[in-house]
């Protein structure tokens, strides 16, 4: 009997991998899980919106002296494969990169080349945005997925075939064409291994972009589609079943007051199609708040 060759021994084990689910990078490095200790809670920095304190006054503040805030409150979604903690000097670096950029392709640029996210060794892509500078519509959502990953783009999958309809029963589109423009981004830049939620850790530090990407694009009417973006941007809020609906109001920095509409993320749309009507009354109250605009 001949032996096998090592390659295809190798192919054989990988197509083995990929056949029973495991076709994800999570890291740079291999890594013994059977070795790992139970961490316990992330503790995440703060998640900073506006003003906020540099990360030593964060770091020297007692429990009782942090602002409030119940999602913070929740521990985050701790997988086995949680990436290295991060820090909060990674939330200082994102805030004074995204605070020096001037304009949507220098922001674009100072993600791509910021190392501070844990998820981005294990990514292919760096996932920033779709669609049409200037679009009084913008749509955050919550993470790339595997097909965005792939292809560098958010909401390329068939998440993002379904955000597409929606946009366009309300005359919205990211694509140069006859309706209105739209323009699309995440509240993650990298994607996370195997879909997972993002920590709060990832959402706090990519955050400071998302805030400025938000400020340079000044939509007029914002939609948060799903947990992740409507609890990166809101204090307080509860699950996106009960926050669904109702505006909020977001303030940049520079003063501009956003109306926010937290919807049902078109994945979820997707599993339970029995909401898309709620879903449709609320492309509704969007596409009466950009009239009025
Ligand atoms: N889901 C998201 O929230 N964003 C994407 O880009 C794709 C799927």
Redesign the pocket.
Known sequence: MTEAHPDEALRATLRWYADMGLDDVIGASPSDFSTWQNRGPVSAPQMQRKAPAPPSTMTNMSATQRPSNNARQTPAPVSGLDAPLPTDEAVARAQALAGGCESLAALRSAIQGFDGCPLKPGARNT?IDDGIEGAPLMVL?????R??DRIGK????R??QLLDRMLAAIGHSRFEDEMEAAY?S??IFWRPPGNRTPTRAEVAICLPFVLRLIELAQPKVLIL??N?PTQALFDSVPGITRARGLWRAHETSAGQVIPALPMF???FLLRQPLQKRLAWADLIEVRKKLKDA
Request: hydrophobic share 35%; net charge negative; no cysteine.
């Open positions: 996932v959502g919550e993470a790339p997925g097909d965005e958010p909401f390329v999958g998440a993002g699309i995440n509240s589609v799903g992740t993320h078109p994945a």
